[in-house]
């Protein structure tokens, strides 16, 4: 979030303006009275299925829309809690969707404990993706399913449906937002990838998650901000200058919420996360060793869409975009360059006007049967362009 003065009333320095006071004292009063101005309200939701570690939920549609055409499944990554999608009334992807009348869905995971130590990545690229495809396209009239992860969720998302053991999901098409493949062109990491080699595997790190079952989550929490450290220290400065913006404090409210919320990693996924990504950067190459078979990320067949966020210090614009050359079957793949840090890009503030148009353009265009096909560019409520976007035909 940048920094900016309250605005000022002409020739009069950084007194601010008349409405500008009566906006703060507004803010300041609701803070009080009420604990807060952002409305987390969740969306209605319906569980349509679980299992081990897996909920899958139907958001309910909206009361004076219908729903059609194909359904989306948003894939929660590990650790983060599902209001990644649903951040806050007025800035949730789920709620834009639920909205424009498309059948919206979400598998999560719910809270991770020490008992599940021992799941490994596996489980969610063998049971809880497909199965969660499978579920929705059978909810939804057997119609194929558009698949949208996020960070983590964009990853496991990638490797269900290039592994052969998936078989013939129904997938229309995937988007894929801010999901880091190649790790060496992430700066957050250089300073400490000597450190990570430097114990051959029995360093302090995989003791650490041996012991605790996993990576716990007050760690997952520190982790997180600690990618945003200039907007922690700035935080009081930024509130000081924004007490009159309603949205701003409302997204910040909603960010720290999210924060607060994070779950645990299961120790042996920790452990592979850690080795073969962080340490091994395997993804990078496209071919990922899993338990017992090799996953090629060329395998993938359906259109595939993938953002990058313009200042994500978690998943930079490079290591994203390294995943575009390995698609090489993909009926088509497209890049696109968005506002925002690594939960910006998905829910932040400009979301609204450049991610989210962008999926609709493109489920539109990959949906079958009952919408008009609407291609990516001509949305003339498309405010935002990027030069770093580009489309590759197959």
Not at 219 to 237: R, S
Not at 323 to 332: F, H
Request: proline share 8%.
């Amino acid at each position: 979030m940048d920094l900016v003065p309250l605005r000022s009333v002409p020739g009069a320095g950084l007194l601010p303006a008349p409405d500008q006071v009566v906006a703060a004292a507004s803010n300041v009063a609701h803070k009080l009275l009420y604990g807060g101005v952002a409305d987390l309200r969740p969306m209605p939701r319906t569980l349509i299925d679980d299992g081990t570690l897996r909920e899958v939920y139907h958001y309910r549609p909206a009361g004076h829309v219908q729903e059609q055409g194909d359904p989306v499944l948003l894939v929660t990554p590990l650790a983060a809690p599902s209001s990644c999608y649903d951040l806050r009334r007025g800035c949730s992807l789920v709620e834009h969707f639920v909205t424009e009348g498309r059948p919206t869905y979400l598998v999560e995971y719910g809270e991770v404990s020490f008992r599940d130590r021992n799941l490994g990545m596996e489980h969610w690229v063998d049971e809880v993706v497909p199965t969660a495809i499978r579920e929705v396209s059978k909810h939804a009239g057997d119609r194929p399913v558009h698949v949208i992860g996020w960070s983590l969720g964009g990853i496991f998302s990638l490797l269900t449906l290039a592994d052969e053991r998936s078989g013939d999901l129904p997938v229309a098409s995937l988007t894929v937002v801010g999901s880091p493949i190649d790790i060496s062109l992430v700066p957050l990491l250089a300073p400490f990838r000597p450190l990570l080699n430097l114990f051959n595997g029995n360093g302090p790190i995989t003791k650490g998650y041996q012991m605790l079952g996993g990576a716990p989550k007050p760690l997952v929490k520190w982790a997180f901000q600690l990618t945003a450290f200039q907007k922690l220290v700035t935080k009081p400065i930024a509130l000081a200058t924004h007490v009159d913006d309603r949205e701003f404090l409302a997204q910040v409210e909603a960010v720290d919420h999210f924060t607060a919320n994070m779950i645990a990693y299961p120790g042996r996924t920790f452990g592979q996360l850690y080795h073969r990504f962080a340490k091994g950067n395997q993804l990078a190459s496209g071919i990922f060793e899993l338990d017992d078979r090799s996953i090629d990320l060329g395998e993938i067949t359906v259109p595939v869409l993938v953002f990058g966020g313009a200042t994500d210090g978690i998943a930079p614009v490079p290591a994203v975009r390294a995943v575009v050359p390995l698609l090489t079957k993909a009926q088509e793949v497209r890049f696109e360059v968005v506002p925002g840090g690594h939960l910006g890009m998905l829910t932040g503030r400009a979301a609204r006007t450049t991610t989210w148009l962008a999926m609709d353009e493109w489920i539109t265009q990959w949906s079958a049967g009952d919408e008009p096909a609407t291609p990516i560019g001509t949305n003339r409520r498309r405010r935002h362009s990027s030069a770093a976007s580009r489309a590759l035909g197959k």
